[in-house]
């Protein structure tokens, strides 16, 4: 009998760490990406690989989907406070909090610092030293920290699209950005042929998902629907389709 009552609890816990079918799955979304990451209409996303990547994993959860769109600086709350259940397209070292538990690889991505057709080009990062230099609100750069001090300039804005148009706009002479968004951008922004294809790489990186401790969804659940999503290929296919064509 105690054996019984003991495997029957057992499965009921299984059971209450896995989304029931058609269960909700919220995503907090960082208002300070772009596309190829995020495509918004309002406050709602409607597209990009956060949303695609999303929507494939809940699939694979057997769960509903729905995205909260935050500032930076607002979504590590919303995961401590329960709003959210999972973040994804983060770092450990880019949140405040340790107690955060991390998935497997979502995105392999690749620091850059990038500017005009006709800018000099960067061949280190100390030639950066004194200039302003295009961020993003909230986020951390540690490897500039590190390396500049006090003459790592930053001219903040809220998204990579906002830099974007002030680099072009020559409101500075280079921005740092991610490989996925730039290379996404050289191809199809209006002004793309105004974009240097000279980059300074910083460092590559990979994004992972971060999950609070009870969280409604395990790490293992997200690691298995990760690698499903690999297996099947739909992974890829995401990721080539938001390439253009040249």
């Not at 956060?50 to 994993?57: E, H, I, P, Q, W």
């Not at 994804?88 to 620091?111: A, I």
């Not at 490989?179 to 209006?190: E, G, K, P, V």
């Not at 296919?237 to 040249?246: D, F, G, K, T, V």
Request: proline fraction near 4%; glycine fraction near 8%.
């Amino acid at each position: 009998m105690k054996i019984g009552l003991l495997l029957l609890s057992s499965l009921c816990s299984i059971a209450l760490a896995l989304p029931a079918g058609g269960a909700e799955l919220v995503f907090g979304v960082s208002t300070g990406s772009a596309m190829p990451m995020t495509r918004f209409q309002g406050d709602d996303l409607t597209g990009g690989l956060l949303k695609d990547v999303g929507d494939a994993l809940a699939r694979e959860l057997k769960a509903r989907p729905r995205y909260l769109t935050l500032p930076r600086k607002r979504v590590e709350a919303a995961l401590a406070d329960g709003t959210v259940d999972l973040l994804c397209d983060l770092r450990p070292e880019w949140l405040d909090s340790k107690r955060w538990q991390w998935s497997d690889t979502v995105f392999s991505n690749n620091m850059i610092i990038v500017g005009r057709i006709g800018t000099a080009p960067l061949g280190n990062l100390r030639e950066l030293a004194g200039a302003r230099t295009g961020t993003i609100t909230g986020y951390r750069y540690p490897v500039l920290d590190h390396e500049l001090g006090p003459q790592f300039v930053r001219d903040d804005a809220v998204s990579d699209d906002l830099n974007l148009r002030k680099l072009l706009r020559r409101r500075f002479d280079y921005m740092l950005t991610n490989s996925l968004y730039y290379d996404y951008q050289r191809r199809a922004h209006a002004e793309r042929a105004r974009l240097s294809r000279a980059v300074l790489a910083v460092e590559p990186f990979d994004t992972y998902c971060a999950l609070a401790p009870g969280a409604r969804i395990t790490v293992a659940q997200v690691n298995r629907a990760l690698l499903a999503l690999r297996k099947n290929g739909r992974m890829q296919a995401i990721l080539e389709s938001y390439q253009p064509a040249r």
